[in-house]
């Protein structure tokens, strides 16, 4: 499969596809006897699993480190068992945010008309007010 047969296929552009092999966020991709880049299902696995680390919001950095680390072999099982231990934390601590985040809008949602747009308005009431006075 082409690059730009990979960059429909899995979303991206074909310039990222480059990118990513470049700074190794995926691994190299095999190439045909005259250089062009073959992605075959081997290499479409990678760019969903390095993109997943992505959109779990993990640095680019570390997904570098994990895939470089696996490609090193066994003797690094651990240290990228430690890389997911982090993930893992850092998602639960944005997840408890969202959930905190989520509550507030259910609050203002269920209060709407009768607490905060009362309160909005006051608010910009003072604030046009505290404006013209300066």
Same mark, same amino acid.
């Not at 995926?26 to 190439?31: E, G, K, L, N, W």
């Not at 007010?129 to 300066?134: A, L, S």
């Given at each position: 499969m082409t690059i730009k047969e990979a960059s429909e296929v899995t979303g991206i552009s074909v310039d990222n596809l480059r990118y990513y092999e470049r700074i190794g966020l995926?691994?190299?991709?095999?190439?045909t006897a005259s250089g062009i880049r073959n992605y075959n299902d081997m290499t479409l696995h990678w760019i969903e699993f390095a993109m997943r680390f992505k959109k779990s919001g993990l640095p680019l950095e570390s997904i570098i480190e994990y895939m470089r680390l696996a490609f090193e072999g066994e003797h690094t099982k651990s240290a990228r068992r430690d890389i997911l231990v982090e993930v893992k934390e850092d998602l639960v601590i944005r997840m408890k945010e969202l959930q905190d985040f989520l509550e507030l809008i259910q609050f203002k949602l269920d209060n /709407? /008309?009768?607490v905060c747009l009362p309160k909005t308005d006051q608010l910009v009431k003072d604030w046009k *007010?505290?404006?013209? *006075? *300066?």
């Open positions: 995926i691994p190299a991709v095999p190439r /709407y /008309y009768d *007010e505290n404006k013209q *006075e *300066e």
